[in-house]
């Protein structure tokens, strides 16, 4: 049994805009220069992995990679509003801090996941961008959907979650706007349509740098604000 009703999406969806922050991990480049002598080699070994990727589904072929590549794969790892090998979903936050603590979460998920690295540091690069997101929306902080807010906000049960995007894709709904469950006070999206989203050229990107332990993990950027995420408040 679902935990909303069928009228919710005649009551609770409408046209929605927002920008998001998303940060990816910055190793794209930096992995193809250490297997290339010069910038031809490692253009010509680019263009060899590119042809060996998932093809570009055709509703996100224009878009940038920023944006398109969430929508390329079907991961066998789930997410809070996809199943395993479904379609992708692009994954945003309205305030930079949430956008770094979903980073830091999934980093230290990884750590605690890989037995032997579980003593150790992991340092990774991350660029973080902003695009703008606009479409027909369900936002869950809002009634009727926040009636099951207890649904939408289980930390580790995202069936609820997986359930209600299939369905929203099925009704056309751009995007599902949510309270982020790992950043106290913040706000997510998950983007299921490509179209919905926007990158405005030219757009900012930000590098920061994160240091995940057993502990937790914290992000800076240079000259910038640190932001300190603890592993006791996931």
Known sequence: MTPWKAAWFETGVRARSAALWRGVEAQHIVSTMRLADNAAE????EEL???SKPAVPPDAASQHYLLFTPFRYRSPVASRFRRAHDAGVWYGAEELRTACGEVAYWKWRFLMDSEPLRASAL???HTFFQAKVRGR????TQPPWSGATRAWTHKSDFA??????VEARLRELGWIRYA??????????AVLKPQALLLAEPFEQQTWACKTTAAGAWLQRAGGPRYDFAAADW
């Open 123 to 125: 340092h990774t690069e």
């Open 49 to 51: 992995l590119e042809t």
């Open 180 to 189: 982020a469950v790992r950043v106290a006070g913040g706000s997510c999206g």
């Open 42 to 45: 490692q253009r010509v070994l």
């Open 160 to 165: 609820a979650c997986q359930a209600l995007a």
């Open 137 to 140: 929306c369900a936002d869950l």
